[in-house]
């Protein structure tokens, strides 16, 4: 006890504050549905094998370039095709007798990999590129920002669908081209705040101590500009799901047989009139995943905002 | 007495849309080892500009050190590499700023902060650090030290803010402390102990100061020699004693005139006319002509030379050309 009473004690002000930030966040309603949202999500991705009725099989082949990929498989089962939602298949059966309900679970954890892998890479491509252009300012600022209109100039999804077109078809090449629609706008998001941040006197002061540049750039700007990035992030979370979704509908995505949302949407349009849980159900997990980060986003804006905080 | 910081011909220009702001222009100032030394002036006449100059601060864009020499210890911190320059600042020369709050970065607790800086140019471990921290923080008589140095700026009034700012500062006893206004955003019964804390702990670790300040009170109070600003030149220097006593510049005379005092009942409290001149487009000359009562001909046309009034008091000024 002696131990923890001792940490308490060193951190005091530390745990003061969390506390306080997690006070302010529990009182905005939305934010906490948006979180209850994603814990279920999350749930659900990690516990997809126990919750589902039927599983895929991976398996190695070779792909016309010659490499080795693994692709999902689900078994057929032509004799269950289409059934409507009934206590065997909650979510009904596609037309090829898979069992809706097992793949959107399993969709799930497609999701948040395609999510968390775009966001992480394109705000990592964002900081070092953004960091090097607010905080050096000059030639290489404007080299890398001309750079970064040129990507932004282009609508993001014609972009993602050129770069995934030329990549070919497959959810690797979709997560590439999303990184390249999506590392613009961190970049442009970390140079503004380095730039707003950078005139502040405890720079300066930091600057007047000694402090090397590295230093300076990752220890007193970077972390006083993270609020409004992470807030992108999360809202981010559920824009590029929805991207991937919308280039897997179009037929530049997952590869068919495997169970993405935008995928299945887009098998499951023919039968609209027949079989309406076919496009129902995936359509439903997508417009939960997007909204859930979008409502924790802007819960998070209003927290770790400093000027609405006190 | 021996030079610790000897500026000669400093000038810094900014480059701005509307034209090239001619900040300083020619500084020339001695600093002795121990000694404390004044810096007045009014609002933009470049006392800040001089601070961040010899720290080699001053931004590009927009700013430029575009001449002069500024000798520390006998090195030339213009000459040197910027990561010479880097191992001087907060080892040898440190700043405290105006604004405590703003100087000390918000996520951080107060004790990593002073930590760095001890780590940055001491070879010594987490533990000597904090150890050395806390030690600083008893020095500038921090309340409950090891409190504050697990607490955050916010945390924190101004003036143990500006405490925790001087210790970070000194941290390193550095041969000179440049205080750029450190008492300006305080209160008045805090700023007495902090001025009392800077000079106390100043004279405990030997090292000399450079104050800059609008206060002549503070000056007055607590250092030894005094410069006064106008308009990027130095215009008189001398010690305390001199410059309150016997002040030779129309603009010091001025500026002691615009003190009020309390056993002298006046209407009207002196000012000096007009406004401090645009220093994009200064006036020709000695840049205080058009304010001056005892302007001539000549003020208008040259820059006037300095001139010794008396031991260690020096004057730039036409009035006293010739009157070696």
């Known amino acids: ?310 | 007495m021996e030079d610790l910081l000897k500026v000669r011909g400093l000038k810094t220009y900014f480059y701005t849309y509307e034209g090239v702001v001619k900040a300083l222009e020619g500084i020339n100032l001695d600093i002795y080892k121990g000694e404390s030394l004044g810096l007045v002036g009014e609002t933009g006449c470049g006392k800040s500009v001089t601070a961040l100059s010899i720290m080699r601060l001053i931004q590009w864009p927009p700013g430029k050190i575009i001449g002069g020499e500024i000798h520390f210890n006998g090195k030339d911190l213009l000459k040197i590499s910027e990561e010479e320059m880097r191992k001087i600042r907060g080892a040898e020369i440190s700043m405290i700023f105006q604004e405590p709050m703003s100087s000390l970065n918000p996520v951080f607790t107060i004790g990593s902060q002073i930590m760095e800086a001890i780590t940055l140019h001491q070879n010594v471990n987490k533990k000597e650090a904090e150890e050395k921290a806390i030690e600083m923080l008893n020095l500038v008589r921090m309340p409950d030290p090891e409190k504050v140095m697990n607490q955050y700026p916010h945390e924190l009034s101004g003036g143990m803010q500006q405490r925790a700012m001087i210790a970070m500062a000194l941290s390193c006893r550095p041969s000179l402390l440049i205080a750029d206004e450190p008492t300006t955003a305080l209160d008045v019964t805090v700023q007495a102990q902090i001025l009392d804390v800077v000079q106390r702990v100043n004279k405990e670790l030997g090292s000399s100061m450079l104050l800059i300040t609008h206060d002549l009170g503070v000056v007055a109070q607590i250092c030894d020699r005094v410069a006064v600003m106008y308009a990027g030149y130095i215009v008189e220097i001398g010690t305390v004693k001199q410059i309150f006593k016997n002040p030779q510049h129309p603009y010091t005379k001025g500026l002691m005139n615009a003190i009020p005092k309390i056993h002298v009942k006046t209407k009207r409290l002196e000012v000096i006319r007009g406004v401090v001149p645009n220093l994009i487009t200064p006036p020709s000359g000695c840049r205080f002509h058009p304010r001056c009562d005892h302007a001539m001909d000549v003020c208008k046309k040259k820059v006037p030379p300095v001139t010794k009034v008396e031991e260690e008091h020096y004057v730039a000024c036409f009035l006293h050309e010739g009157a070696k």
């Open chain 1, 1 to 310: 006890m002696g131990f923890i009473d001792e940490w308490k004690k060193r951190n005091e002000s530390r745990i003061k504050e969390t506390k306080f930030t997690l006070s302010l966040f529990r009182h905005s309603l939305l934010s906490m549905i948006g979180l209850g949202l994603i814990i279920f999500i999350v749930l659900i991705a990690l516990f997809a094998p126990y919750l589902a009725k039927e599983h895929p099989t991976y398996v190695r082949l070779l792909n016309p370039e010659g490499k080795y990929v693994t692709e999902e498989r689900w078994d057929i089962h032509f004799g269950d095709k289409l059934l409507p939602p009934s206590r065997e298949h909650y979510f009904g059966t596609d037309d090829y007798g898979h069992d809706i309900f097992s793949m959107i679970v399993y969709g799930a954890r497609l999701s948040i990999k395609i999510g968390l892998l775009v966001v992480i890479s394109a705000t990592i491509i964002g900081v070092i590129l953004g960091a090097i252009a607010g905080y050096f300012g000059g030639y290489l600022d404007e080299l890398i920002m001309r750079i970064t209109d040129i990507f932004l100039s282009i609508p993001g999804l014609i972009l993602a669908m050129a770069f995934a077109a030329a990549l070919g078809r497959s959810i690797e090449h979709v997560m590439y081209a999303l990184i390249i629609v999506w590392w613009p706008t961190y970049t442009r998001l970390i140079r503004g705040q380095i730039l707003k941040t950078r005139e502040e006197t405890y720079v300066e002061a930091a600057r007047s101590l000694g402090t090397p540049d590295s230093k300076i750039i990752f220890k007193h700007i970077l972390p006083n500009t993270f609020a409004p990035v992470f807030v992108q992030m999360t809202m981010d979370l559920g824009n590029v799901v929805l991207n991937a979704a919308g280039l897997s509908f179009i037929g530049l995505g997952a590869n068919p047989g495997t169970a993405e949302w935008g995928l299945m949407i887009s098998m499951g349009r023919v039968y609209i009139f027949q079989a309406w849980w076919y496009v129902f159900f995936p359509g439903l997990a997508i417009v939960l995943f997007v909204l859930g980060f979008n409502l924790l986003g802007d819960g998070l804006r209003d927290v770790l905002d400093p000027k609405l905080r006190r």
